[in-house]
């Protein structure tokens, strides 16, 4: 009965998404994708901060250098297919994430959340000053990678709608491929580095080992989302390495709730939801924004994938009450 | 059945409380202007001076462009090219605007430029001046009305070579619009026979200047050119005085060096001799009008923003005026305004076959608070449009 | 680049040296004593710039006043912030004050749009200090740079007498090292927090109303410093003055010369070498680790 209230939610809210673009104009069928986009990245931050303890200061470095794979990747004008450039992409985040994490992953506390600020930076400027990804303008996609089955073009990523459900699916698989990973051994590992690492290491565990691997996934999944932002706007800027976008994921994540899956999933859409309502006020708006972050963090601590939990406890006492 | 029903209801009602703009797109009559422009952050003054100088145009001729009332939805841009393509889609596909006026930044300018290709929109770009907005991105839908990143700079090569120096030190930051400065700077300057020393850019948005004024003494050029806008303008020029350099070595830039940084600058910006568009004291009747007007309306003094704003209006007034509010006839709405000649403040200009102004460029000084028109240096200068295409 | 040159360069990174120490000072006794990620400090040395700038403008026009006046004003503004929000983030997580002040930076930003607009503004240089020293032929020296270097070190130097020499600096000493030791010995914690926590922001608002006359006044200034100071205070190691000092030169070094000798690589060079110092030292300089 349980595991139906807590599974039925999730299946409505995905039928609901599934028949979003049949009403939906294209605007928030795009606004959708991207918070679906942004679900994804958080997710795989959240693998770092709430299962394993790290607190990443610098995810937009995988985020962007994935995005900026494809340009570079593909000389102006070819059409590509989706096949080859979407895991290169992902890769190259992963290969960035590996290498950095190397380094970072030997510092704790608040200090690997200012090295990985500090590699994230490096990353930033590397697009930014130099002519490798077109300077501080960036660049532009000239065409879309092209998804073919058999030869047959199954989706245009020209497209909205397709891009929206290409994007919802590889939102679901993510989720699901991480529900499976943290419930194997090497999930339960991250989990006991989080609550004790002197244990684990005492227990023979290579701890560092496990936290290179999850910075490593972290980073591809980072990637994947960079990689579909970009298929959604058809645009790579120095900005999307910048370090208030690796704020406003950590964000997401807090505002979802830390630890959980669903959570970065939740916050992602409060997020986004609360801008475009909050930039509709035009001005002053960011004060609405800043307002509403404070009052989270004095009245929800857990972020909103706590909530339940809250009622649940306030309901059982009030019963107790009675 | 009855099921299925509640669940359509529910999500029609979802959809209707997520779309109020398709309701509101369905009136006719209407113009609908949309301004993508920074309302927050570093250039938020920027964007409400073009805001205001719309306005005011549109206020002159009593709200209405071709019979249409003008409507305005507006989207603050927060000047970060990561949003841009958003931003400029939500005026597009939420609002059905039937214009952008956008942007200030030249990284979400090019995004926006991009999406008004893709999408076929109206776009006039009220300042953003990278070069490959009327360049190797021009498009018949793609109109400026303030400069391109080329023009001022380029004039100002000329200013010092007629001013006789020959050996020059560049100084900007590290992005696309400073660099683009610099290089218009260079093909004029070497071009009369000046020779470019020495290139330097620092990271943007750095303001430690010190080592590279320190450079620049050691390597004692006849003359400085540099681009910095805004508050590092401010501390440019302050930090340039302080360390005695004006005096030794004479200090030249395009305009944005001393608009809406005067105040700021105090005392030290006075004699800075730089180049735009537009300048005080231009002795024309419009420009009084303009000024004046403007200054009893908003209770300031307007800047070039304000014009270029004020001239966008004045642009798609034209165009719209000349197919009688009918949007539909685009095409000869594009020829209208591109043959359009545009009463600025600045001076009559007309547009190039890359739709940028053809524009005389002024030489000002800064006298007290004010950056004076000595002369006009281009005479209706047009930028090369490289890349162009039309 | 001549013996003058490189003589003149190093006066350069030592003086900004000398202001990226005074930016971070606050930053890093707040972190130190409290363990708080505060993100809104670079809104501090806004609202210090701009409390110069509203101050100069009117209300006292010599700089001894102003800056007495605004220190302390930037104490009893402190004070409360802590009162009303900080406090509440003892018990929470790193997060979570990441979240918080993430918040506020936003909403000081929005009022000092409110406030005082968003067009840049300057300050004055105060007129006895306005003049320059010649060092070169060409170039000369302000004295207002020499003069906000004398007010760095003497921050600096009544820092360390403040945690070196005094009860209080005895308490933030041993607050730093073990919390729970300092709450034993019957100190009020709470008071101690709100002290040092005013005192840090009268640092960062300090640092911000001496550089308003050099530099200007104008919205996301403070977001400009943040992350440098930031960099300050991991690399001279958390909660440790004398590391910021050594920090700060460091980066400051970095800064020019990285800028002299690999100038399209100057933006990434100063993370360059905090990344180096940490992997050095994961610790930052300071810390026994």
């Known amino acids: 009965m349980t595991r139906f209230f807590r599974t039925f939610p999730m299946i409505a809210a995905l039928a609901v998404l599934l028949v979003f673009p049949m009403f939906g104009q294209i605007f928030y069928t795009e606004l959708v994708a991207k918070t679906l986009i942004l679900a994804i990245f958080a997710m795989s931050l959240d693998l770092l901060v709430g299962y394993t303890g790290l607190v990443s200061f610098g995810h937009a470095a995988y985020f962007g250098i994935a995005a900026y794979a494809i340009p570079l990747l593909t000389p102006a004008g070819a059409v590509n297919a989706i096949w080859w450039i979407l895991p290169v992409s992902v890769l190259a985040a992963a290969l960035a994430a590996l290498l950095i994490g190397v380094f970072v992953l030997r510092t704790k506390g608040i200090y690997f959340i200012m090295v990985t600020l500090a590699f994230a930076q490096m990353a930033f400027f590397l697009f930014h000053d130099t002519d490798l990804g077109g300077g501080s303008d960036g660049i532009f996609l000239n065409s879309k990678p092209t998804v073919t089955v058999f030869g047959l073009e199954a989706l245009t990523l020209e497209n909205p709608t397709h891009i929206y459900y290409f994007v919802l699916a590889l939102t679901v698989s993510v989720y699901l491929l991480l529900r499976w990973l943290l419930k194997t051994s090497f999930g339960h590992i991250l989990i006991g580095i989080r609550s004790n690492e002197h244990r684990m290491v005492a227990m023979g565990y290579n701890t560092f080992h496990y936290k290179l691997a999850i910075f490593t996934i972290a980073g591809a999944l980072a990637g994947l989302a960079g990689f579909l932002q970009v298929v959604l706007t058809g645009f790579v800027t120095p900005e999307m390495l910048a370090w208030h976008q690796s704020g406003n994921v950590l964000l997401v994540v807090i505002l979802g709730g830390i630890g959980t899956l669903i959570g970065p999933v939740l916050g992602a859409f409060t997020f986004i939801a609360l801008q475009e309502f909050a930039q509709g006020l035009v001005d002053r708006w960011q004060l609405v924004m800043g307002i509403f972050i404070i009052l989270v963090v004095f009245a929800l601590p857990g972020g909103l994938a706590a909530i339940p939990a809250r009622l649940r406890r306030r309901l059982v006492k009030g019963a107790d009450n009675d | 059945m009855k099921t299925s029903g509640i669940l359509r209801n529910c999500l029609a009602v979802l959809a209707t409380l997520l779309l109020p703009a398709t309701t509101l797109a369905a009136e006719d009559g ?311 000649k545009i009463d600025s403040p600045r001076g009559a200009f007309q547009l190039s076959k890359a739709h940028n102004p053809i524009q005389d460029i002024y030489l000002r000084k800064v006298e007290g608070r004010e950056n004076k028109v000595i002369s006009v240096v281009s005479k209706a200068l047009t930028d090369p449009a490289r890349g162009c295409k039309m | 680049m001549d013996i003058v040159s490189l003589l003149i360069q190093t006066l350069n990174a030592v003086q900004y040296g000398l202001v990226l120490f005074l930016l971070a000072s606050g930053l890093t006794l707040i972190f130190g004593i409290m363990r708080i990620i505060n993100l809104a400090h670079g809104s501090f040395y806004m609202i210090g710039a701009y409390m110069a700038f509203g101050l100069s403008s009117g209300i006292t026009e010599t700089l001894p006043a102003m800056i007495a006046v605004g220190l302390i004003l930037s104490f009893f503004i402190g004070f409360i912030l802590e009162w009303v929000f900080y406090a509440f983030l003892y018990q929470r997580e790193h997060l979570e004050q990441v979240l918080l002040t993430y918040g506020l930076i936003l909403v000081f930003e929005e009022l000092r749009s409110i406030l005082f607009g968003n067009d840049v503004l300057g300050v004055a240089v105060p007129e006895a200090l306005a003049g320059s020293i010649p060092l070169t032929a060409t170039l000369s020296y302000p004295v207002y740079r020499i003069f906000i270097s004398a007010a760095c070190l003497i921050m600096a130097g009544l820092l360390y007498y403040l945690i070196r020499h005094t009860r209080l600096g005895m308490m933030i000493r041993a607050g730093s090292h073990d919390r729970n030791m300092v709450q034993a010995l019957g100190i009020n914690i709470d008071l101690l927090f709100r002290i040092v926590f005013a005192l840090g922001f009268m640092l960062a608002a300090f640092s911000g109303m001496i550089s308003a006359p050099m530099t200007s006044v104008s919205p996301g200034m403070g977001n400009q410093v943040l992350i440098i100071s930031f960099v300050v205070v991991v690399i001279g190691g958390i909660g440790s003055v004398g590391g910021a000092m050594v920090a700060a030169m460091v980066i400051a070094f970095a800064d020019v010369f990285g800028k002299l000798l690999v100038p399209a690589y100057a933006g990434m060079f100063v993370y360059l070498v905090m990344a180096l110092v940490l992997l050095w030292r994961p610790e930052g300089i300071f810390r026994k680790g």
């Open chain 2, 30 to 340: 209407k113009l609908k202007v949309g301004f993508m422009l920074p309302y927050s952050g570093t250039y938020a003054s920027l964007g409400h001076a073009i805001t205001n100088g719309f306005k005011q145009h549109v206020d002159e001729l009593g709200g209405k462009m071709g019979g249409r009332t003008v409507e305005y939805v507006t989207v603050d841009d927060e000047s970060d090219p990561a949003k841009a393509t958003e931003n400029a889609g939500k005026l597009i596909k939420r609002d059905k605007v039937d214009v952008i006026v956008g942007t200030v930044h030249s990284g979400v300018a090019l995004a926006m430029t991009r999406v008004a290709r893709e999408t076929n929109t109206l776009l006039i770009n009220p300042n953003a001046g990278a070069d490959e907005i009327t360049g190797a991105l021009c498009a018949p839908n793609v109109f400026r009305v303030s400069f391109s990143a080329w023009q001022p700079s380029y004039a100002m090569g000329n200013v010092m070579l007629e001013r006789k120096h020959k050996n020059v030190v560049t100084l900007t930051w590290k992005y696309s619009f400073g660099e683009q400065s610099v290089a218009a700077f260079k093909e004029a300057f070497e071009k009369g026979g000046g020779k470019v020393v020495k290139e330097m850019t620092l990271p943007f948005p750095n303001t430690e200047f010190q080592p590279y004024l320190t450079e620049i003494a050691a390597l004692k050029p006849d003359a400085v050119f540099v681009f910095f806008s805004g508050a590092g303008a401010v501390k440019f020029v302050k930090d340039y005085v302080a360390a005695g350099l004006k005096t030794s070595i004479p200090l030249y830039g395009p305009g944005f060096l001393t608009d809406g940084t005067l105040e700021a600058m105090g005392d030290a910006g006075n004699g800075l001799l730089t180049t735009l568009h537009y300048a005080d004291g231009l002795d024309n009747a419009k420009d009084k009008a303009f000024r004046t007007r403007y200054a009893i309306t908003y209770k300031m003094q307007p800047d070039v923003f304000a014009v270029q704003g004020y001239d966008a209006a004045q642009l798609l007034a034209a165009g719209v005026a000349g197919v009688k509010g009918d949007l539909g006839k685009r095409a000869e709405m594009v020829n209208v305004m591109e043959t359009a």
